[in-house]
Structures are given as structure tokens and as C-alpha cells.
């Protein structure tokens, strides 16, 4: 390891320093040892948590952080090195992730991978998920697909649900591994029931399909319940197509337009549609054309083909919005440039 004054000695030696009752110094200039790796970690992941906090309740971002909180985060990445150094595996994971995301440091794949290897290969079950997904991507290191699946496997058996998604995601797309609906299931299962919000969206889809496991409307829709709860928006609109129509769930117009609402405050088309035509048919809200023509517009304006055909429609009979032919073309050619087969008949009968 490396000493704060630069000397170099072995790490074991350092720490009996540490335990005899002698000068805790270099034995070579004196200056005065740091923090054993757990106090050094201990406390730049205190004052970690304590930026991640603020940027969680919406106080800055990780883009845009006040200058004390980029200070703190020098600090925090001083501290997690120092350990890492020492071969302390919580620190060198910390450290891959802050190198992959570049907080506190320059973005750096390549320091990413080398920090998160030496932490897998200690058994961190963080890192190895790291490094799995590095060797994914292909950052910092080769893209391997194998290796990726052999990290994830690694850190998954320890229970690491991010790790376990993510193989899950391997065997449903057959990367690094033989292809099999049932393993993604598997894993997606086991990381679902962590709580990971991806695993328990795709593992809703699995059941919805009776895709790797038995079909279970029930199933689907208490699934996409949980990952609709922590604002995954497809889940919302899963679930609010569920109580629209009954499916798993007990029937509520007035459930579906909470959910489809929950999506659409998120600008996710598909439920700022689906809540534009609850609107226009007075389906578990009161009617509101004009509402309803609102919505389909922010969809229409992100490019949405199905929103882009909606506006045409409501311009071409003037419900919600007044009546014009030329906005209806306008709309109706945009979503058929798309190859919405709708927009293309109409065209081709009205215009």
C-alpha cells in the first residue's frame, strides 16, 4: 500500500503498525499514518450518504452539485482511494461505481473496471455486479457477454438483486448464456422480490404472456401493482389497462384514470392517450373534450404516432379543438410518416 507520504510497504505491516503500541507512523519519515481502510470508508460513505440524500429529494444533481457538496464528494472519493489502496473490497466496489458514474471523479471506465475487478475478485457482490456490467457494455474492458453473465452469476448467488435482473435479462436475450424463459424468470423473481422495480415489471410481462411460467392474470397485475407503486410508468399503464378492463384485478374506471394519470404526469404517451380518452368518454373522470385533446397533444408533440393520429382525428371532427381540415392533414401525414397504418387510410379516404 501506498502511504499518504507516498512510501511504499506492505499493507499487513502497515496494520500491525496499527495494532502494537508503537509510534503510528512511516517508519521512514514519520509522518503520521491515516485511519485504518474501515474508518477511512466509514466515513467518506457518511458524507456520501449525505449528497445522495439531497440529490434524492431534489436539492441539486449529480450534474449540478452546490460547490461545498462538490468539496464533500473530493472528500468522499479521497477517502474511499485510501482505502481502496489498503485492499479494502466495500471501498474499491464504491470506488468502480464513482469511476463508472463519474461523481467525484473524472469519468473513467477503464479505473472502473480495474477497481471493480480487484474488489469481485474478493467477493464484493456489489463489484462483481459492476464489472458485469461493464464487461455489457463494453466500457473500460471488452465486450464479453460470457464474462458479463459470469459476474452477474457470481454476484447473484449472493443475493445481489441489481446482479440478479440483470442475469435474468442475459438468459431472456441468450447473451453469455443459452437462452431460457424459465431462468429469466427465475432470476427476475428472485430480484423482484427485492424490490427491483425492472425485475418486477418484466417479471408482470412474463406472467401476463405465460412466458417461462404459468399464465396468471393475477400474478401479472400484482407484480406490475408493485413497480407501478415505485413510478415505473409501463407498469402504470399495464395496471390501469388491467382495472379498464377488469383483468387480474377487480374492474374501475376510477383506478385505471389514477394510474393512467400516475404515467401521464410523467409525459409517458401511452398514458397521457389512454388518459385523454377516459377524458373524452367520461370513463372514471369527468368528460373533458378539451382536456382529453391536450393530452394527446403532449403525446403528439413528443413524436408519438398514436397521439399524432388522435389529434388528427379530433381536428378533423372538431371535438376538443376546432374543427380544421388543414391541422387534421397536417397531424394524420406526420403519424402515417410514421406508419400508422390508421393515419394512412384516412388519408387516403378523406384527403
Known sequence: MTLRCTHVFHATCVEQLRKFGVTQACPLCRTPLSAGPEKLFEEATRRFVMIQRMVERGMASWSDL???????????????????????????????????????????????????????????????????????RGQGV???????????????????????????????GGRGVARSDTEAVRWYKKAAEQGDKV???????????????TQSDKEAARWFAKAAEQGVSVAQC????????????????????????????QGYPEGLIKLGKLYLSG????????????????????????????????????????QCDMRAMGWMQKAADQGNEEARDFLKKYF
Open 66 to 136: 452546490p460547490s461545498y457538496a462538490s468539496h464533500e464528494l473530493d472528500i468522499v472519493a479521497a477517502g474511499w482511494l485510501e482505502a481502496a489502496e489498503q485492499g479494502y473490497a466495500p471501498a474499491q466496489s464504491n470506488l468502480s461505481f464513482i469511476y463508472d458514474h463519474g461523481y467525484g471523479v473524472a469519468q473513467n471506465c477503464v479505473e472502473a473496471a480495474r477497481w471493480g475487478r480487484k474488489a469481485a475478485e474478493q467477493g464484493e457482490m456489489r463489484a462483481q455486479g459492476y464489472l458485469g456490467s461493464l464487461f455489457e
Open 142 to 172: 471488452p465486450q464479453n457477454y460470457k464474462e458479463a453473465a459470469r459476474w452477474y452469476r457470481k454476484a447473484a448467488d449472493q443475493g445481489f438483486a441489481l446482479a440478479q435482473s440483470s442475469l435474468g435479462s442475459m438468459f431472456l
Open 199 to 213: 425485475a418486477q415489471t418484466n417479471l408482470a410481462n412474463f406472467y401476463n404472456q405465460g412466458q417461462g411460467t
Open 238 to 265: 399495464r395496471l390501469g389497462s388491467f382495472y379498464y378492463h377488469g383483468v387480474g384485478v377487480a374492474q374501475s374506471y376510477g383506478k385505471a384514470a389514477k394510474w393512467f394519470k400516475a404515467a401521464a404526469e
Open 283 to 322: 370513463s372514471g373522470v369527468a368528460k373533458d373534450e378539451t382536456e382529453g385533446a391536450k393530452l394527446f397533444l403532449q403525446a403528439a408533440k413528443q413524436g408519438d404516432a398514436e397521439g399524432q393520429f388522435e389529434m388528427g382525428a379530433l381536428y378533423a371532427i372538431g371535438l376538443g379543438v376546432p
